[in-house]
């Protein structure tokens, strides 16, 4: 059984800078799954949430397009499984005769198509027990990288404004 998720964002996991793609149940337990995917597609999704305009087509956007062009339409995503360490997800298109076809994906790309073409995500029950994780868990490492984010700020600031001479012994 597949529950909806929504997409809380794209997050950066200190110290290693790795992107996290994180959605969270809508219901429930509002349990969350991380998803570690690469810089390119955090960048392809954090395009579609702002909405900020490319000069030219990304990957997704021409994919998303294309599919429209043919007459068939996304109907959702789902993020399928664990396996090995590698999560998997499909793209469910129904096509101009009215059949569903279902299409392998990596779970970036998945919702980089989905926040595009303004489809739900879901994910099925089995992996969110598998992968989910505690929703306060999730806050807590966000508190955690504002913390180290401010730490940055600070350190930032205090070496502009500090004079050479300032430590001299």
Known sequence: MAVEMELVGVRVQMPSNA?????????????????????PEAHAID?????????????????????????????????????????????????????????SARPSDAVAIAVRAQVPILAEEALIEDAGIEDDEVEDESADAVEEEEMVEELRKFLEEANPDDFKS
């Open 47 to 103: 395009l579609a949430l702002s909405g900020t305009p490319t000069a030219r087509p990304m990957t997704h956007d021409l994919l998303t397009s294309m599919i429209s062009g043919l007459g068939s339409t996304i109907e959702q995503i789902v993020v399928t499984e664990l396996r090995q360490g590698t999560f998997y997800a499909e793209l469910y298109v129904r096509d101009a005769a009215g059949d569903v076809q279902t299409f």
């Open 19 to 39: 992107p996290i793609l994180v959605l969270r149940e809508t219901e429930g337990q509002r349990r969350t799954v991380p998803i570690y995917i690469g810089g």
